[in-house]
């Protein structure tokens, strides 16, 4: 059974950084792309990045691109989201999510396998 939890989220001011942890087990991670997603309430689940099976490809949204980095490690079987200079726009429940046996994705429902989500929040 595919298990994967987040870490790592919280307050955080404008400007501010957090880092996002997602531990993930029952899978072959290192054959798996993965990906971070966020909802903010009444809204729809939206892209945040993704990165490929060997972390060599990484994809970021728009909104986040130059201020947040996605990094994997295959040894420990983690994937993380350094978040940097956060807007207040970037409050949300974050999502880890996993695509076993394929190329790295922005579409969710490409997506086998999600965590529970976490949520972080950013003053202003």
């Known amino acids: 059974q595919v298990q994967l939890v987040e870490s790592g989220g919280g307050l955080a001011q404008t400007g501010g950084s957090l880092r996002l942890s997602c531990a993930a087990s029952?899978?072959?991670?290192?054959?798996?792309?993965m990906g971070w997603f966020r909802q903010v309430l009444g809204k729809e689940r939206e892209f945040v990045a993704t990165?490929?099976?060997?972390?060599?490809?990484?994809y970021y949204a728009p909104s986040v691109e130059g201020r947040f980095d996605i990094s994997r490690d295959n040894h420990e079987n983690t994937v993380d989201l350094q978040m940097n200079s956060l807007k207040p726009e970037d409050t949300a429940v974050y999502y880890c999510?996993?695509?076993?046996?394929?190329?790295?994705?922005?579409?969710?429902?490409?997506?086998?396998?999600w965590g529970q989500g976490i949520q972080v929040t950013v003053s202003s």
């Open positions: 029952g899978l072959t991670f290192s054959r798996s792309a």
């Open positions: 999510a996993a695509r076993q046996g394929a190329p790295s994705s922005s579409l969710q429902n490409e997506y086998d396998s």
């Open positions: 990165i490929s099976w060997s972390g060599s490809h990484t």
